[in-house]
């Protein structure tokens, strides 16, 4: 078999995705997709053990690893471009594997195209990653603040403590790969997971599924991994100790089995046992990649039975729940969970009335952008008095996008119109807001 290595991006701006192959050209595609912050170096110490069987298609995410800075806002984008990028090379049917934000992308693919997928591995993936409040903070800190604290920050979210210490070379590689992504390209990856959400609907994923996790990952860890194997009817477990968020970085050999082992006999019969059982074999002699080397670490396997629990469906569109959807995207969780529980019999009617009007009437017109939206709300606050909610909705205004300059010059424009005292109130409590939101967290 010929073996190649080609590189590209595919040409229309919108679908713009940088991608590789490595492997024969004859043999089946795999699909490598990266978890945020990440290239598709993170991939690394698979391919040459994977392209003895397999065609290896990575890709970079928008923006990362040099690729062209093409914001995509949803998975849903995410998942169109790469497969408008395999409709130019003509790819049709492959195997998918993806970590983190990959393996949303992976879920989306199972869900919406299922034709295209023969087998899915999800590594590190959950059907909804934390709350929105969590992504949308974090797109606020870099909006402000740039990457540079996010980029500190990533080793502890993605190795072990003890790992991180002793491997000081991959732990600077992971800064650095951070702080090179475009932040634009950064927060709207960090809008995609924030809407991502298919618990719901786990039970329609029809491919033998993968779903591996390392044991001490505190993002996505065994307990979103649980739920994904109970969702999804044909889904197994792997758990491998001693690694956490970033596990093909940290136990390279360990997940390259696992992947061996999963794509041989859930989609290639004939490369592996009929049993389908998951095991650890010895890895082979690497050479040294783009990721930095370390030593190889075998770590052993738990496999946990999977239950299958279908869902109920989602109920259909109502007014009232497309409002507090909006509601809780741009305000946030905790404050509407606040307004929510403090709502009783006297009250209730109330929240009901400002959820479905306001938040599933207005809110949700296509007139007008969010950040739009919140600089006629930050206004009208300041004119009608009501500095009380008035620290909610500068929180909202810097989750839809608006950064402190700009908040500050709306409060200016309004000093003019509402007069100096009204503004004066504003600014002190829109102050506080932005020194609490924006402040990264050591």
């Not at 779903?211 to 792997?238: C, F, K, N, Y």
């Not at 783009?290 to 259909?316: M, S």
């Amino acid at each position: 078999m010929r073996r190649e290595r080609v590189y590209g991006v595919s040409e229309t701006p919108s679908n713009t995705l940088q991608y590789r192959f490595d492997g024969p050209e004859e043999a089946p595609v795999l699909i490598l997709g990266p978890s945020l912050g990440t290239t598709w170096h993170m991939w690394d110490r698979q391919v040459p053990e994977l392209t003895r069987q397999w065609r290896v298609f990575r890709f970079d995410l928008p923006g990362h690893g040099g690729a062209p800075a093409h914001p995509a806002g949803s998975v849903t984008e995410l998942t169109a471009r790469l497969l408008a990028t395999l409709d130019a090379l003509g790819v049709q049917r492959f195997g998918y594997a993806g970590c983190s934000l990959g393996g949303a992308v992976g879920v989306e693919l199972a869900l919406r195209h299922p034709e295209r997928l023969a087998s899915l591995a999800l590594i590190a993936a959950s059907p909804r990653f934390g709350t929105p409040d969590e992504f949308r903070q974090r797109g606020v800190i870099v909006r402000t603040n740039g990457l540079d604290p996010i980029a500190r920050s990533s080793p502890d979210r993605w190795f072990t403590t003890g790992y991180a210490a002793a491997q000081p070379a991959i732990t600077d590689w992971a800064v650095q790969m951070v702080r090179t992504t475009d932040p634009g390209c950064y927060i709207a990856a960090c809008e995609a997971l924030a809407s991502f959400d298919v618990r719901a609907e786990l039970g329609r994923v029809g491919v033998p599924t993968l779903v591996l996790v390392g044991s001490e990952d505190q993002v996505t860890g065994p307990a979103e991994a649980r739920t994904l194997v109970a969702g999804i009817p044909d889904a197994r477990l792997a758990v491998v100790p001693g690694a956490s968020h970033l596990v093909p970085v940290e136990q390279p050999a360990a997940v390259t089995d696992l992947l061996v082992r999963h794509f041989s006999t859930a989609w290639q019969p004939a490369f592996g046992s009929s049993t389908g059982q998951l095991a650890v074999v010895a890895p082979p002699v690497r050479p040294a990649l783009t990721v930095p080397a370390q030593a190889p670490r075998t770590a052993p396997i738990a496999e946990i039975a999977p239950v299958a629990a279908p869902p109920q469906p989602a109920a259909g569109p109502d007014p009232y729940e497309s409002g507090l959807t909006i509601r809780r995207q741009v305000l946030g969780d905790a404050h509407v969970d606040r307004e929510l529980a403090g709502a009783d019999a006297f009250s209730g009617d109330f929240q009901e009335l400002l959820t479905r009007f306001t938040w599933g009437g207005i809110w949700s017109r296509p007139g007008l952008d969010r950040r739009t939206r919140s600089c006629v709300a930050l206004a009208a606050l300041v004119a009608g008095g009501h500095a009380d909610e008035l620290a909610a909705h500068t929180r909202a205004a810097l989750r839809n996008g608006l950064t402190p300059d700009e908040i500050k010059e709306v409060l200016l424009q309004t000093a003019v119109y509402c007069g100096m005292p009204a503004a004066a109130a504003a600014f002190r409590v829109a102050q506080q807001v932005i020194q609490e939101e924006t402040t990264p967290t050591e």
